[in-house]
Structures are given as C-alpha cells and as structure tokens.
C-alpha cells in the first residue's frame, strides 16, 4: 500500500543528491528502502505459507508468481530500474523473455522421449 | 556512468541466461517425476535453514542498496558500515550453506558418485538405512538407524504413507500434530519407506534431483562467494575514501550484481525447497 503511494510522488524526491551528481544519479528515499525491504519479508512468509497448503498444481503456480513480484520489487526499487534509463529494463525483461521461452518450448516435446529415459532392469543394477 | 551501468546490465542478462539452462533442466526433470522430487525434497532439504537464508540474503539486499544510497550522499562512515553489514549477510549466508552441504555429505546425498541414490555410488555404505538403488544393499532399517526423536516418540514411523499414495490427510491422522509431519518425514525410516514405494522408473531418477539441487545451489554459491570478493574490494576502497557524490560507480555496478544474486535466490528457495 505505501509502495502505491509512493509511485505518486515524482522521482527525485525530498532529499536527492547534490548538483554535481552523475547523469541519471538518483538516491532512493530510506521510505522506499525499508518499505521494499519489509513488502519482500512479508512476501517471503506468504510464500512458506502458502507451500504449506496442498493446492495441488496451483503450489507451483502460485510460488512462482510471487517469486516474480519479489524479483520485480528488487529490480525497480534497489536496482533503481524505476529511475534509470528504460533500455536497462529492456536488456533485463529480454533475458527474462529469452529464459521463459527456452524453458517453455524445451517442455513442450518433453513426453515425446519420457518412455525413452525410463530404466531397463538391467540399467538399474551396478556392475 | 550511463555506458557502465548498460554494460552492468547486459552481463546481468547473460547471467540470468546462464542461471537459465539449468533452471531449464529443473523444470524438465521435475515436470517428468514431481514425485521425485517431492520425495526428495522434503527428506534431505531443511525448510528452516532455506528460509533463514532467504531472510539473510533479502537483508543484505537491504544494506547494499543503502550503501549505494550513501556512497551518493557523500555518507563515507555509512557506507563503509553498510558494506560490512552486507559482507557479514553473505558470510552468514555461506556459513548456511556449508552447514548444509556437510549434512548432505552425511547423509550420501552428495553429487554424482557420492550419492548413495545413485546407481554408480562409490561411498562407504551408508550408517542410516538410506535406501541405495544398488540391490547389494538391504533398505531395511539396521540397528544402527537413529532412533527416533522425542517429537516423534511413542509414534510407529512404519504407519505413515507418503501424502500422494492415498487420501489427503491419511499420513496427517496418524500424527496428532500436523505440523510435526513435515519433521518426521526426515526420519531415515520414513525415507525408506517412501522410497520403496516409489517405482522403479522413479527409484532410478531420484538423483537428478540431487543433481539439479547441487548444480543451481553451487552455482549461486559461487556467485555469492565472487560477490564477497568484490564488496571487500569496495570496502577496502570506502575506507581509503575514494567513493563520493561524483564518483560511485563501482559501488553501483557491484550493487546491482549483489541484488542479482538475490533474485536468483528468490526463485530457488520455492523452487528446492517447498516441494510436496
């Protein structure tokens, strides 16, 4: 909620740092720091509550989408992504892309060779 | 500072990239035997100290942005205090990890032919009734096997089935507290129990759990160990004071590396270690 808020207020907020700063300098507030920092603990507790309840394929599901949203936090807030230029997101967003699409299309013809790695009796016993 | 901190950030992509086969090979092996990896995970991995790792690694996260913070505000003492802070969380970390590893080499669920789960294993016979795929070795418990904690005394282990072989809740009556069931599935007795009961197809694939286990907790060990190496480079410069409003850089780019590994660590900890 206070994250909510704070995305309100323009960037450079009460005390940014000095005239003499680098380009695209930009000190985040110890507001955001500690309130992203307390957003990820909370998220943290969910997500071991959450594997505690069987839910069946939705467990997975839901771990991940949290995963994401934690990972998503430290990258806009401490990794300053939200202040910085917007091609640094891209580079970072296409890694995530590339990543999801290898993992999804390697899944996809995954039950066309599971009978094929099934042990024969015999693989199963060491010489 | 624009260039460095693009170049910064395309090395981050080639590392979740990296990060990306494996977490590839994960999903495969997984999607092919949850059980496995259910069984797996939930006898040999330890949700306590997976979770107190997340903490310590979010924490530090916590301190190194503030160090960035500070190195832009001229703050010198600050950062120099919020990289030790940050260092001693990857020391922790590391310290957890170690703990870890060790008792995962004491119970022979190490890598390739250290794990007793492996059909090549070359270990010492294990002392707990650790199943071995090798059908020289018996499953049945020995005298040798510890025996069961107070939590779980007065209990007959041999009663509960594993969670997916019937109802919901059958192995939960027969523990009056559910909450201890998670405990007692690390019980060398509950393991081999479960592993018998486990197809052979399945017997056979329990070590690629292990393998993934090793390979993405060993790589992101590394990169921890590498990021302790550059924070003590930035410490050693905060102190000799070269770090200001103008100049910051390094402790950006270090910065961003550390938060990285903090991400990857996010997904892992779900993803090893709150299996069922």
Known sequence: ?127 | MTSAKLGMWVFLGTEILMFGGLFCAYSINRHMHPQVFAFAAESYLNVFWGTLNTLILISSSLTMAWGVRAAQLNQRKLLIVCLILTLMGAAGFMVIKTIEYSAKWDEHVWVGKWNAYNGLYKGSEPATPGPMPSPVVAVTPTSSAPTPTDANAGLDVSMIKPRYNGPGGLANQTIQQPQESRESLRDPQVIAERYRDLSASEQWHVNAFFSCYFLMTGLHGLHVLIGMGVITWLLIRAIKGEFSAEYFTPVDLVGLYWHLVDIIWIFLYPLLYLIH
């Open chain 1, 1 to 127: 909620m206070k994250m909510a808020q704070s995305s309100e207020v323009p960037a450079p907020i009460a005390d940014d740092i000095g005239p003499h700063a680098p380009e695209g300098a930009h000190a985040v507030p110890r507001r955001i720091l500690l309130s992203v920092y307390f957003t990820l603990l909370v998220f943290t507790g969910v997500t071991w509550a959450v594997s505690r309840v069987d839910l069946g394929q939705a467990n997975i599901w839901i771990a991940l989408a949290i995963a994401f949203v934690k990972a998503s936090i430290v990258a806009l807030y401490f990794m300053h992504l939200r202040w910085d230029s917007p091609f640094n997101g891209i580079v970072i967003i296409a890694a995530f892309f590339f990543v999801a699409l290898f993992i999804g299309i390697s899944m996809l013809d995954t039950h066309t060779y599971h009978q094929a790695l099934k042990p024969t009796p015999t693989s199963v016993i060491t010489p």
